[in-house]
């Protein structure tokens, strides 16, 4: 997973995703029990996880790089 997708699944679980935005609501069936969404404080949430998930960060220029060898 990349690190973009987080915030598109943070805005799944918030219901507050845009119309252009990926959905990905299917990986927080998959890898989420959304019933048990806790709020931590004003601004820090909590979710449980059904199993583990790995993710990845690739600097944009390093990705673009990669890209251009193909």
């Known amino acids: 997973m990349h ?3 987080l915030g598109t699944l943070a ?3 918030h219901d507050t995703i845009r119309y252009d935005d990926q959905n ?3 990986w927080i069936e998959h890898w989420m029990n959304s019933e ?3 709020i931590i404080n004003n601004n820090l949430f909590s979710v449980i ?3 583990e ?6 600097p944009f220029c390093l ?3 990669l ?3 193909r």
């Open 36 to 38: 048990t969404q806790a």
């Open 67 to 69: 890209k251009a060898n």
């Open 49 to 51: 996880l059904k199993k």
């Open 3 to 5: 690190a973009y997708h």
């Open 24 to 26: 990905h609501a299917n």
């Open 53 to 58: 998930v790995y993710i990845s960060f690739i």
């Open 63 to 65: 990705d673009c790089k």
């Open 11 to 13: 805005h799944h679980l």
